[in-house]
């Protein structure tokens, strides 16, 4: 597609529920990147893939958050067992290999739990 | 590791006056800086990059920025500021001559443009 897509852009769950977050990037872009914005703060780096290498999870801030990337295209982001302190905006992007060409963001979801 | 500060979590300027909206970096390897800016409940947009060449680069809406080698330093700057630039910015820093791909972001600044 011409821009990066997540859905849902809102998302209200309970505390405890499990959450999917998707991403959909800029067709022909190889990495991939989740990003975690909390109110007030900058963006948390969360998890990269790129191409087919092995997915960067250094940023995770539990497990209970998982992230998978099919066929090197769309993206999702799990959360399990959700608690309030993981209520943020979730931002996925894209860039080609290196970032030569900078970072393309999706507009995010805002994630609330209740 | 990589690192970014933006030490003004807000600026204030007067419409029409300069802004100026600071950024220092820290990385191991040749740097690639950016600048993004984003507006209430949208994803952040490009402004502009340095990649390599010329220290001053410009982007997106009259915003140009100057990459400072020795200082460390990605300055953001406009010669004259409107109130719609009222946004939040962020610097970012990758190093992938360092050995990392991935992007780190400064805390965001918040830029005010009084009318």
């Known amino acids: 597609g011409a821009g990066v897509s997540q859905s849902p852009s809102n998302k209200v769950t309970e505390k405890g529920k499990d959450v999917e977050l998707r991403c959909d990037p800029i067709?022909?872009?190889?990495?991939l990147y989740w990003y975690r914005q909390s109110l007030g703060q900058g963006l948390e780096f969360l998890i990269y893939?790129?191409?087919?290498?092995?997915?960067?999870k250094s940023g995770l801030p539990s497990d209970r958050f998982s992230a998978e990337r099919t066929g090197g295209s769309v993206s999702t982001l799990t959360i399990q067992r959700t608690q309030q302190e993981d209520s943020a905006v979730y931002l996925c992007a894209s860039s080609s290999t290196g970032g030569r060409g900078g970072y393309t963001f999706g507009s995010g979801t805002r994630l609330t739990v209740v | 590791a990589q690192s970014v500060a933006q030490p003004e979590d807000q600026v204030n300027v007067a419409e029409g006056n300069p802004l100026t909206v600071k950024c220092t970096y820290s990385?191991?390897?040749?740097?690639?800086l950016f600048w993004y800016v984003q507006y209430p409940n949208r994803g952040l947009q490009f402004l502009l990059k340095y990649i390599t060449g010329d220290n001053l680069v410009k982007g997106s809406y009259g915003f140009e920025a100057e990459f400072n080698k020795s200082q460390t330093s990605f300055h953001l700057k406009k010669p004259s500021a409107l109130v719609s630039d009222s946004a939040l910015y962020f610097c970012a820093v990758s190093s992938p001559s360092g050995g990392s791909y991935i992007p780190t972001f400064g805390r965001g600044t918040s830029l005010i443009v009084h009318p």
């Open positions: 893939f790129q191409g087919n290498s092995a997915p960067d």
């Open positions: 990385v191991s390897g040749n740097p690639y």
């Open positions: 067709s022909g872009h190889t990495a």
